[in-house]
């Protein structure tokens, strides 16, 4: 290992913006932001390094290896600012903070105003000369340390700060005088006595390792371990640790701090924006213990901060307009002013919602900031999804219940949860539930995760809730402090208003309106911005993307995102209307095949009208239509009454109807009678479904469509199924055609979903126009695992790193997409024009998009709202591919 301390200060760094991976996000930008001459308090960045080698070893073996570098580094920070660390006359006070490669906001600990004891409190107050501050500051550090190093509870803490004010009748910290200030300095360091059974270290050195070893151990807790999963971060990347000398927005009417963005990250727009309180410290804004204010004058008139020190504010625009130029993206600041001097504490890539992300990028670009291949990579895929998100029928009759702060746009509906834990177990029920909470803590990650959207009484557009929320892609309201809250009593007042658990809500993240009961929604429409991005995508992607879809309405949407035609018709949902399941069901129960046809004949029809739709919506785009794939028991009644109704329609015996049903259930059904097999045992089924696609088809051209059919077999593992079934379906299609007098191009192949399929491919591809990966069957076969089933078990072998993601989410890439590469060599051996395609929701996942882009298949194929992400995802991952050409 090399250095395991980097430092910065005094206009040179030992880093920069380029090490991200070593000193982490914070770091990293604290090095850059130094050797560009801004204001910044020195400090020095322990390695990601060192936490991989503490997770390894011990926090004795650690520290022994940092103590010489630490040592020299702190030496240097007293030298710079005349301070000693541990000196009761000129005390160097510390902040301990984490730094990621990747942001991950509130997810780590921070411990600030380390340093202080009763001794050194003394010198503060002397230095200062303001005997309430450096109080203020003592008491932020028990409760910090006690919670974060000392396991202390925080609430303890928050009861006895509450418990202060209330006794002088005061509504804010701000308001407690010095002698205050000691009483709860005496009162914390008592809880810690009782809560730790232990005192509050007063030796500044041992308070400085406990807290990194603090920093270090919270990459595994359980939010940051959450927040990883849901956002595809690596568990061994390991976090730094930043030690940076205090600077403090507390000490009087003359300071300040501070949270802004360079642009609105809710919407985009090339405008300063953010929030900052006097008199504070950097916590108390992303907490929400007080409603911070807005920065600029226009949207906090006199109480802003331009208004209040104008000559800070001009400092502070144009050090974000010179870091955004540096940076060439929009970018998170972190600001404290101390005595009226500005210091920059934090720069780094700001969390921003999809609008946001797609406008800020497309912009830029026009802007000559960053050009459109870089464009192309700012915006995450998952992004483009929020842009489709429903938003509130701006038509729907509604009352507004209460405004809060708009933090996160979309629009959500549910019932109420209370609590983190509430909200999961909703979620792991199938319902809808918002999260509302007096604020969101970092420890509410899994809770926000599982919300439709997020409701809090306290905190700013840079709570922690927004922040959060609008990386999630979340609907949120913040700071809605017309909310009377009982959390524990799950009890929610708006005026004279009760809400419980059982009630509905709907949020509306556009305008900060909370709407009583569930209001209707619409489509979001596609703004310019987004068909620019979009535009630039297909430009550079070769993966095609295809929709799957099985009505002309799911069809005309999959078009409208940009989809190149349908790569999945699922036949058998078309079965399911009230007008057509009954003779679905007379086919089923037929007991020959002359009464089988009867019932087929009935469905024919039906069939036929529903592809002219969708040949008719994806006009000179090719179809591929799956041919019935459940097994035949999924359209009967199970329940005895049911049976009972279905025989006296049918004018079938009851007792014959059970039979019946119970002779077609299977111990396995998804490893049974069905697919191919299905169509091997009744041809006539599949041939039903082959006319209706072929005349279908032949109507589509004399109406002036272009119809492009391609008729998919699935389930198909031996060679002789898809030779038996394709030789049917010409002469059933040749047929059709002659008697339509009609003449057009089809094609006839498989999915590919069996793992025999994928070794035996070079002679399935024989009888093959061309394959289409089911990977979600792929997937269930080649673990063995069922995915109604495995929701038992994956969560825990995600979270206990026994697998790295969730394999129906994102492609295993090492077995299940060994399989797919196997198929698509051997198959291209046989047929090197075999045209191949994914039709799993795979194909709407980036990181397997970029997985079938280097496998080299022709098409993706994913559900109509997911379109957009693919082609996103295709064009990235051929722009990383021609990078490491």
Same mark, same amino acid.
């Given at each position: 290992?090399?250095?395991?301390?980097?430092?910065?200060?005094?206009?040179?760094?030992?880093?920069?913006?380029?090490?991200?991976?070593?000193?982490?996000?914070?770091?990293?930008?604290?090095?850059?932001?130094?050797?560009?001459?801004?204001?910044?308090?020195?400090?020095?960045?322990?390695?990601?390094?060192?936490?991989?080698?503490?997770?390894?070893?011990?926090?004795?073996?650690?520290?022994?290896?940092?103590?010489?570098?630490?040592?020299?580094?702190?030496?240097?920070?007293?030298?710079?600012?005349?301070?000693?660390?541990?000196?009761?006359?000129?005390?160097?006070?510390?902040?301990?903070?984490?730094?990621?490669?990747?942001?991950?906001?509130?997810?780590?600990?921070?411990?600030?105003?380390?340093?202080?004891?009763?001794?050194?409190?003394?010198?503060?107050?002397?230095?200062?000369?303001?005997?309430?501050?450096?109080?203020?500051?003592?008491?932020?550090?028990?409760?910090?340390?006690?919670?974060?190093?000392?396991?202390?509870?925080?609430?303890?803490?928050?009861?006895?700060?509450?418990?202060?004010?209330?006794?002088?009748?005061?509504?804010?910290?701000?308001?407690?005088?010095?002698?205050?200030?000691?009483?709860?300095?005496?009162?914390?360091?008592?809880?810690?006595?009782?809560?730790?059974?232990?005192?509050?270290?007063?030796?500044?050195?041992?308070?400085?390792?406990?807290?990194?070893?603090?920093?270090?151990?919270?990459?595994?807790?359980?939010? *940051?371990?959450?927040?990883?999963?849901?956002?595809?971060?690596?568990?061994?990347?390991?976090?730094?640790?930043?030690?940076?000398?205090?600077?403090?927005?507390?000490?009087?009417?003359?300071?300040?701090?501070?949270?802004?963005?360079?642009?609105?990250?809710?919407?985009?727009?090339?405008?300063?924006?953010? @929030?900052?309180?006097?008199?504070?410290?950097?916590?108390?804004?992303?907490?929400?213990?007080?409603?911070?204010?807005?920065?600029?004058?226009?949207?906090?008139?006199?109480?802003?901060?331009?208004?209040?020190?104008?000559?800070?504010?001009?400092?502070?625009?144009?050090?974000?307009?010179?870091?955004?130029?540096?940076?060439?993206?929009?970018?998170?600041?972190?600001?404290?002013?101390?005595?009226?001097?500005?210091?920059?504490?934090?720069?780094?890539?700001?969390?921003?919602?999809?609008?946001?992300?797609?406008?800020? /990028?497309?912009?830029?670009?026009?802007?000559?900031?960053?050009?459109?291949?870089?464009?192309?990579?700012?915006?995450?895929?998952?992004?483009?999804?929020?842009?489709?998100?429903?938003?509130?029928?701006?038509?729907?009759?509604?009352?507004?219940?209460?405004?809060?702060?708009?933090?996160?746009?979309? *629009?959500?509906?549910?019932?109420?949860?209370?609590? /983190?834990?509430?909200?999961?177990?909703?979620?792991?029920?199938?319902?809808?539930?918002?999260?509302?909470?007096?604020?969101?803590?970092?420890?509410?990650?899994?809770?926000?995760?599982?919300?439709?959207?997020?409701?809090?009484?306290?905190?700013?557009?840079?709570?922690?809730?927004?922040?959060?929320?609008?990386?999630?892609?979340?609907?949120?309201?913040?700071?809605?402090?017309?909310?009377?809250?009982?959390?524990?009593?799950?009890?929610?007042?708006?005026?004279?208003?009760?809400?419980?658990?059982?009630?509905?809500?709907?949020? &509306?993240?556009?305008?900060?309106?909370?709407?009583?009961?569930?209001?209707?929604?619409?489509?979001?429409?596609?703004?310019?911005?987004?068909?620019?991005?979009?535009?630039?995508?297909?430009?550079?992607?070769?993966?095609?993307?295809?929709? &799957?879809?099985?009505?002309?309405?799911?069809?005309?949407?999959?078009?409208?995102?940009?989809?190149?035609?349908?790569?999945?018709?699922?036949?058998?949902?078309?079965?399911?209307?009230?007008?057509?399941?009954?003779?679905?069901?007379?086919?089923?129960?037929?007991?020959?095949?002359?009464?089988?046809?009867?019932?087929?004949?009935?469905?024919?029809?039906?069939?036929?009208?529903?592809?002219?739709?969708? =040949?008719?919506?994806?006009?000179?785009?090719?179809?591929?239509?799956?041919?019935?794939?459940?097994?035949?028991?999924?359209?009967?009644?199970?329940?005895?009454?049911?049976?009972?109704?279905?025989?006296? @329609?049918?004018?079938?015996?009851?007792?014959?109807?059970?039979?019946?049903?119970?002779?077609?259930?299977?111990?396995?059904?998804?490893?049974?009678?069905?697919?191919?097999?299905?169509?091997?045992? =009744?041809?006539?089924?599949?041939?039903?479904?082959?006319?209706?696609?072929?005349?279908?088809?032949?109507?589509?051209?004399?109406?002036?469509?272009?119809?492009?059919?391609?008729?998919?077999?699935?389930?198909?593992?031996?060679?002789?199924?898809?030779?038996?079934?394709?030789?049917?379906?010409?002469?059933?299609?040749?047929?059709?055609?002659?008697?339509?007098?009609?003449?057009?191009?089809?094609?006839?192949?498989?999915?590919?979903?069996?793992?025999?399929?994928?070794?035996? *491919?070079?002679?399935?591809?024989?009888?093959?126009?061309?394959?289409?990966?089911?990977?979600?069957?792929?997937?269930?076969?080649?673990?063995?695992?069922?995915?109604?089933?495995?929701?038992?078990?994956?969560?825990?072998?995600? @979270?206990?790193?026994?697998?790295?993601?969730?394999?129906?989410?994102?492609?295993?890439?090492?077995?299940?997409?060994?399989?797919?590469?196997?198929?698509?060599?051997?198959?291209?051996?046989?047929?090197?024009?075999?045209?191949?395609?994914?039709?799993?929701?795979?194909?709407?996942?980036?990181?397997?998009?970029?997985?079938?882009?280097?496998?080299?298949?022709?098409?993706?194929?994913?559900?109509?709202?997911?379109?957009?992400? /693919?082609?996103?995802?295709?064009?990235?991952?051929?722009?990383?591919?021609?990078?490491?050409?």
């Amino acid at each position: 290992m090399g250095k395991r301390v980097y430092f910065f200060g005094n206009g040179k760094a030992d880093g920069d913006a380029a090490q991200r991976n070593l000193l982490g996000g914070k770091g990293a930008n604290l090095a850059e932001m130094t050797n560009l001459g801004l204001p910044v308090p020195p400090g020095f960045t322990i390695t990601t390094e060192v936490c991989a080698e503490y997770e390894k070893g011990s926090s004795e073996a650690t520290i022994e290896r940092l103590q010489q570098p630490v040592d020299a580094a702190l030496r240097s920070i007293e030298g710079i600012l005349d301070r000693k660390f541990g000196s009761a006359e000129r005390p160097l006070l510390l902040s301990v903070r984490s730094g990621a490669r990747v942001s991950m906001p509130g997810m780590m600990d921070t411990v600030l105003n380390l340093g202080l004891n009763d001794r050194t409190v003394r010198g503060l107050a002397r230095l200062s000369g303001n005997e309430r501050f450096a109080l203020d500051s003592y008491r932020r550090f028990l409760q910090m340390f006690g919670d974060v190093v000392m396991g202390v509870d925080g609430e303890l803490f928050e009861h006895a700060l509450d418990q202060a004010k209330d006794s002088k009748g005061y509504g804010a910290d701000t308001q407690l005088d010095a002698g205050d200030m000691a009483k709860l300095v005496d009162r914390f360091q008592q809880i810690i006595r009782d809560a730790a059974g232990k005192e509050f270290p007063q030796d500044p050195y041992e308070q400085l390792w406990q807290s990194v070893m603090a920093v270090f151990r919270s990459w595994g807790n359980d939010r *940051a371990v959450a927040y990883r999963g849901m956002h595809g971060i690596s568990g061994a990347w390991g976090t730094a640790v930043n030690v940076q000398a205090m600077v403090f927005g507390n000490m009087g009417d003359d300071c300040a701090t501070g949270v802004a963005f360079t642009r609105n990250p809710s919407t985009g727009e090339r405008a300063f924006y953010g @929030e900052y309180l006097v008199n504070a410290q950097g916590e108390d804004v992303v907490a929400g213990v007080r409603k911070p204010l807005p920065i600029g004058r226009s949207d906090g008139g006199e109480e802003s901060l331009e208004a209040i020190m104008p000559e800070v504010h001009g400092m502070l625009i144009a050090t974000a307009e010179n870091l955004e130029r540096h940076y060439r993206d929009m970018l998170d600041l972190e600001f404290t002013i101390q005595n009226s001097k500005l210091w920059m504490l934090q720069a780094r890539s700001g969390k921003r919602t999809g609008a946001a992300a797609v406008r800020i /990028a497309v912009e830029m670009v026009s802007e000559g900031l960053i050009d459109q291949k870089t464009a192309l990579q700012r915006v995450s895929p998952e992004q483009l999804e929020q842009l489709l998100h429903p938003a509130v029928d701006p038509n729907a009759a509604y009352e507004v219940l209460a405004r809060g702060l708009p933090a996160s746009p979309g *629009a959500a509906s549910g019932g109420l949860a209370f609590s /983190a834990e509430e909200a999961v177990e909703a979620s792991a029920q199938g319902r809808r539930v918002l999260l509302v909470r007096r604020e969101t803590s970092p420890e509410d990650i899994r809770g926000m995760e599982a919300a439709a959207g997020i409701l809090t009484q306290r905190g700013g557009m840079t709570s922690h809730a927004a922040v959060v929320a609008r990386g999630m892609g979340k609907c949120c309201i913040a700071g809605c402090s017309e909310l009377q809250l009982d959390e524990a009593a799950g009890v929610l007042m708006i005026g004279q208003k009760r809400f419980d658990r059982d009630s509905r809500l709907t949020l &509306n993240g556009n305008t900060g309106e909370i709407l009583e009961g569930e209001v209707a929604t619409v489509e979001a429409e596609l703004e310019d911005d987004f068909r620019t991005l979009l535009a630039w995508a297909n430009e550079h992607r070769r993966l095609h993307v295809r929709a &799957n879809a099985d009505t002309p309405d799911d069809s005309r949407r999959a078009r409208a995102f940009g989809a190149e035609g349908i790569g999945l018709c699922r036949t058998e949902h078309m079965f399911f209307g009230e007008d057509r399941i009954a003779a679905v069901r007379e086919m089923i129960v037929s007991q020959s095949k002359e009464q089988r046809q009867r019932a087929l004949a009935k469905l024919l029809p039906f069939q036929r009208d529903d592809f002219v739709g969708i =040949f008719e919506a994806m006009d000179g785009l090719p179809v591929t239509i799956r041919l019935l794939d459940p097994p035949l028991h999924e359209f009967l009644p199970h329940a005895d009454d049911e049976i009972q109704r279905l025989a006296r @329609e049918l004018e079938v015996p009851a007792e014959k109807m059970r039979r019946i049903v119970e002779g077609l259930s299977e111990f396995n059904p998804m490893l049974g009678h069905r697919g191919c097999r299905l169509g091997l045992s =009744f041809p006539e089924i599949y041939m039903m479904q082959v006319e209706a696609i072929l005349r279908a088809a032949c109507e589509a051209k004399r109406r002036g469509i272009v119809p492009i059919p391609e008729i998919m077999i699935p389930l198909v593992g031996i060679r002789e199924e898809l030779a038996q079934l394709r030789e049917l379906t010409i002469s059933r299609a040749d047929s059709v055609l002659r008697d339509e007098g009609v003449e057009l191009a089809y094609s006839v192949g498989t999915m590919i979903e069996i793992p025999r399929a994928c070794m035996v *491919a070079d002679k399935i591809a024989e009888v093959a126009d061309f394959f289409s990966f089911g990977t979600n069957d792929l997937t269930q076969m080649g673990f063995g695992f069922s995915r109604d089933d495995a929701g038992s078990f994956l969560p825990y072998y995600v @979270e206990s790193g026994v697998l790295p993601r969730d394999p129906f989410q994102s492609l295993d890439e090492e077995g299940i997409g060994a399989l797919v590469e196997s198929a698509c060599r051997l198959g291209r051996v046989t047929k090197p024009d075999l045209k191949l395609g994914v039709c799993g929701e795979h194909g709407g996942d980036p990181s397997s998009v970029a997985f079938f882009h280097r496998a080299g298949l022709d098409y993706v194929s994913c559900s109509p709202y997911r379109v957009p992400v /693919a082609i996103l995802a295709a064009a990235q991952a051929a722009l990383a591919e021609r990078a490491l050409a």
